[in-house]
């Protein structure tokens, strides 16, 4: 699975922006689906995943209540709505894949099989 992450940029406090997750080489269906990111000098953190079904997503708590994390499995993409950004969130957000059935949504970047190159976020204050 090839993962193609995007819509990273630069946006104001308090604005809005969405990530998108496409993935390509076979369908991702069966994959729970995951956002993590890696601010400058920092390590990799979990941020939002999704089930392979779409029927339940877990968030960091530092995001929670400001992002949403949702899947197309029509057009094999994965999102990550995020709004009321703050300039803490300024990181390179990657979107990874996890191939192994679980009894619940994997948060730890060890677990996931694939991943994207990463698409770049820049929150001004």
């Known amino acids: 699975v090839q993962l193609q992450a995007s819509g990273g940029g630069l946006v104001q406090a308090g604005g809005s922006l969405r990530l998108s997750c496409a993935a390509s080489?076979?369908?991702?269906?069966?994959?729970?689906m995951g956002w993590f990111r890696q601010a400058a000098g920092k390590e990799r953190e979990f941020v939002a995943a999704i089930s392979w079904s779409g029927v339940r997503a877990v968030y960091a708590d530092s995001i929670q209540g400001r992002f949403t994390i949702s899947r197309d499995n029509a057009r094999n993409t994965v999102y990550l709505q995020m709004n009321n950004l703050k300039p803490e969130d300024t990181a390179v957000y990657f979107c990874a894949a996890d191939s192994t059935v679980r009894d619940s949504i994997a948060r730890q970047a060890g677990q996931y099989d694939y991943w994207g190159q990463g698409t770049k976020l820049t929150v001004s204050s």
């Open positions: 080489g076979r369908p991702i269906t069966t994959y729970d």
